[in-house]
Nanobody, 124 residues
């Protein structure tokens, strides 16, 4: 019902910026809370950022607060993650996800649809 495709991942140096995009299919995109998660090698998938259906509220992990910004353009069925001041610790595969109904937004199990992921690598 919903297909998510991430793009924008790259290999960059510490301090650089990247903007990830998540293009969504389906006619109910505007009804979904959207989230970004990431998973580094050998580590558990962790919440990065989330945004409400109309973009009125956003949520961030403490590790990225002040550096990352999530946004959405419902007319384009697209969610973005602007990442500034990147650190080597940000290196991970980043996943876009969609939540259909209200649940704990910080948990990956709360989300119903997932993209394939895009690799972000930050060198020191």
């Amino acid at each position: 019902q919903v297909q998510l495709v991430e793009s924008g991942g790259d290999l960059v140096q510490a301090g650089a910026s990247l903007r990830l995009s998540c293009a969504a299919s389906g006619r109910t995109f505007s009804s979904n809370f959207m989230g970004w998660f990431r998973q580094a090698p050998g580590k558990e998938r962790e919440f990065v950022a989330g945004i409400t259906t109309r973009g009125g509220n956003s949520y961030y992990a403490d590790t990225v607060k002040g550096r990352f910004t999530i946004s959405r353009d419902n007319a384009k069925n697209t969610v973005y993650l602007q990442m500034n001041s990147l650190k080597p610790e940000d290196t991970a595969v980043y996943y876009c996800s969609a939540r259909v109904r209200n649940a704990n937004l910080y948990r990956s199990g709360s989300y119903d649809y997932w993209g394939q992921g895009t690799q972000v690598t930050v060198s020191s």
